[in-house]
């Protein structure tokens, strides 16, 4: 599915600008390397290394990624990226000073999963950062996944990032405006967590 939404060349599915409630916290992250879960054609991980970061963006799409890539050297700066199924991939205990996951809906038991290596994935001090559409997002049909279990709500988010303080948590309804598929108003959870 994924590689078939990003395969026109000539358009970015979500746009080519950082997501707005990232683009308004990242000034949190700490200095270090910064992971991208489910990145897609890589706004978010090309706006924060334009800022200086080394940031590596994973994703499940090679269509998505090569974008990335693309769009990182017409800015000039360099990402890393990693192509891999996330309910697989690894992700080093204590290495990220930042984890970032804008949209990234997955079936519960795989999200679960991901979180909670999140969780333990940052440094001391380091900050996991997430905006996600909630099960109310269905009433508005302004993007994001056709079942509310792909969704998030804030309760379940704090289940699933066990040992971090929560600095921002909210559900909220706002205007996204990122590309084609998320247009509108929305429902959405917001949250900004740090390690201890």
């Given at each position: 599915m994924?590689?078939?939404?990003?395969?026109?060349?000539d358009?970015?599915?979500?746009?080519?600008q950082?997501?707005?409630f990232?683009?308004?916290?990242?000034?949190r992250?700490?200095?270090?390397?910064?992971?991208?879960?489910?990145?897609?054609?890589g706004?978010?991980?090309?706006?924060?290394?334009?800022?200086?970061?080394?940031?590596?963006a994973?994703?499940?799409?090679?269509?998505?990624?090569?974008?990335?890539?693309?769009?990182?050297?017409e800015?000039?700066?360099e990402?890393?990226?990693v192509?891999?199924?996330?309910?697989?991939?690894p992700?080093?205990?204590?290495?990220?000073a930042?984890?970032?996951?804008?949209?990234?809906?997955l079936?519960?038991?795989?999200?679960?999963?991901?979180?909670?290596?999140?969780a333990?994935?940052?440094?001391?001090?380091?900050?996991?950062?997430?905006?996600?559409?909630?099960?109310?997002?269905?009433?508005?049909?302004?993007?994001?996944?056709?079942?509310?279990?792909?969704?998030?709500?804030?309760?379940?988010?704090?289940?699933?990032?066990?040992?971090?303080?929560?600095l921002?948590?909210q559900?909220?309804?706002?205007?996204?405006?990122?590309?084609?598929?998320?247009?509108?108003?929305?429902?959405?959870v917001?949250?900004?967590?740090q390690?201890?």
């Open positions: 994924w590689d078939e939404r990003y395969a026109d060349p358009e970015y599915a979500y746009g080519t950082p997501n707005t990232f683009a308004s916290e990242a000034w992250i700490p200095d270090g390397p910064v992971l991208f879960l489910a990145e897609g054609e706004r978010n991980a090309v706006w924060l290394a334009e800022r200086g970061h080394a940031v590596t994973v994703d499940g799409s090679a269509v998505g990624l090569e974008k990335a890539r693309r769009l990182a050297a800015r000039g700066v990402i890393e990226t192509h891999a199924d996330l309910a697989s991939h992700i080093e205990p204590g290495a990220w930042g984890i970032v996951s804008i949209f990234g809906h079936p519960p038991d795989i999200r679960r999963e991901v979180h909670r290596r999140a333990s994935g940052l440094r001391p001090g380091g900050l996991f950062l997430l905006e996600a559409y909630t099960p109310r997002q269905l009433a508005y049909g302004t993007g994001g996944p056709p079942t509310a279990e792909m969704m998030m709500d804030l309760a379940g988010l704090r289940a699933e990032l066990p040992g971090l303080e929560l921002v948590g559900e909220i309804e706002r205007w996204v405006e990122e590309g084609r598929y998320h247009s509108g108003l929305a429902h959405v917001q949250v900004v967590a390690a201890p």
